[in-house]
């Protein structure tokens, strides 16, 4: 992201210098990860679980560094079945020939939870970032969510340092409801790989309860 106004980015491909203007959002274009199982760099993350993760990751970074930048996630469904190659893999869903067709891979259910969640924000910021462990916050009109996670592993960050609040609902990355004991014990919040959500305010669909529809 750039950060001053008359900051010259580099092309990556031509080497050409261009002045790029932090007044106005970027688009974040072909945003993905392949779910290909034979080594290809780091784009190739090998299963459904890291795709979800790093996809979830990689918007909640852009998000808290500049709100009204724009995502472009590639790819909607994977091309065909050649598990071990990586442009036929970056999809959310399953492609057409799969035994389910156009089935949700884990990243699908991920965003569309994300997109339940905050597709109404007003706001973004990440309001704790202290050994590895991180807290972004979601302002909506009737909601405030938080999506803690870890990139170092298993994680503690005491309660007070976060101050949720009492009434709070806890769901996983799939938008599953889940224990407050599941991340949260003796005041410490439990933070790992997989990120997960505190809820608080009216949810979608209404009420205070779990989110429909998940």
């Not at 210098?17 to 779910?35: A, C, I, K, L, N």
């Not at 597709?119 to 807290?135: G, K, L, M």
Request: hydrophobic share 35%; proline share 3%.
């Amino acid at each position: 992201h750039v950060t001053q106004e008359d900051e010259p980015v580099t092309g990556f491909l031509t080497g050409n210098t261009y002045q790029m203007d932090d007044t106005v959002p970027f688009w974040h274009t072909e945003t993905g990860y392949s779910t290909a199982v034979e080594g290809c760099g780091t784009i190739c993350v090998g299963n459904e679980y890291d795709q979800a993760i790093n996809l979830l990751a990689y918007y909640n970074s852009i998000k808290a560094n500049n709100f009204d930048d724009k995502i472009w996630f590639y790819d909607f469904a994977d091309d065909g079945l050649r598990i071990n190659e990586k442009e036929y893999n970056f999809g959310i869903l399953h492609s057409h020939e799969y035994s389910v067709p156009y089935a949700a891979k884990y990243a699908y259910l991920t965003l569309s939870f994300l997109n339940k969640l905050v597709a109404a924000a007003t706001d973004c910021e990440e309001i704790f970032s202290e050994n590895y462990s991180f807290v972004t916050k979601y302002t909506c009109a009737d909601r405030t969510a938080y999506l803690l996670r870890s990139t170092a592993g298993a994680q503690t960050v005491t309660a007070s340092a976060l101050d949720l609040g009492d009434d709070v609902t806890y769901y996983d990355m799939l938008g599953n409801e889940i224990p407050e004991t599941s991340v949260k014990q003796g005041g410490e919040y439990y933070l790992d790989k997989e990120p997960f959500w505190a809820v608080t305010g009216t949810l979608p669909g209404g009420g205070s309860g779990a989110a429909d529809g998940t």
